[in-house]
Structure formats: C-alpha cells, structure tokens
C-alpha cells in the first residue's frame, strides 16, 4: 500500500501539500510563554495528522485543520485557546472578539 501526502485545500480553492511545520509554528504561537513543551506540541501535531489520515481523504479543507487544532487547544489552555482563534477567526473588531468570548463563556457554563 502507498501511503500519498495529504492535500490541503485553502479557502481560495488552491491546493498545498499538508505541512506539520505550520502547524507546529501555529501552536507554538499560541502557547508561547504557557505551562507546555515542544514534545506536547509534537504530540498534539501528530495527534492531529492522524486524525487528518484516519479520514481516509486524500484532500482536506484547511477548516478542518483548524478546527482540529482549536478543539486541541480548547481542552488544553484557554489562553492559547484564544490567541488561536484571534487569528484562525479573523475578527475584525472587538465586538466580534466579544462575542466570540461570550459564546465561550457560554460553552463553559454546559
């Protein structure tokens, strides 16, 4: 059996091949200066690119890849949580980062 690389496909529609450094460089991102080291991240990472092949796809919306690693970081540390999603959501105003804490809080309270 031949293993193939996993396609990202990008919101534009575009096409890459699945690159764990990026996603490392993201979490490392957003847990910078919190409680987890480069082995927790490798782990998460490949966590995730297991996850990502258990699929059985070939090509995977970059989407999923982000909800992964905020449903990842979401368990973890908040904080990093919401450093991630900062970025991964693109808020355009406080009012959307507002809300977006609001349905946080809101979650926490199931």
Same mark, same amino acid.
């Given at each position: ?28 991102i957003? /847990? =910078?200066?919190?409680? @987890?080291?480069?082995?927790?991240? *490798?782990?998460?990472?490949? !966590? ?32 990093a949580? /919401? =450093?991630?999603?900062? @970025?991964?959501?693109?808020?355009? *105003?406080?009012?959307?980062? !507002? ?6 809080g ?5």
């Open positions: 059996m031949q293993i193939r690389d996993l396609v990202v496909i990008k919101k534009d529609g575009s096409r890459s091949t699945f690159d764990r450094d990026k996603v490392v460089k993201s979490l490392q957003a /847990l =910078r200066k919190r409680p @987890v080291d480069e082995e927790q991240i *490798e782990r998460i990472v490949n !966590g995730i690119h297991r996850r990502l092949e258990s699929l059985g796809e070939n090509e995977v919306p970059s989407k999923l890849i982000g909800e992964l690693v905020m449903d990842v970081l979401m368990e973890m540390d908040q904080v949580y /919401l =450093r991630y999603a900062s @970025v991964y959501r693109n808020f355009r *105003e406080a009012k959307d980062f !507002g809300d977006f804490l609001g349905k946080m809101r979650q926490g309270d199931d």
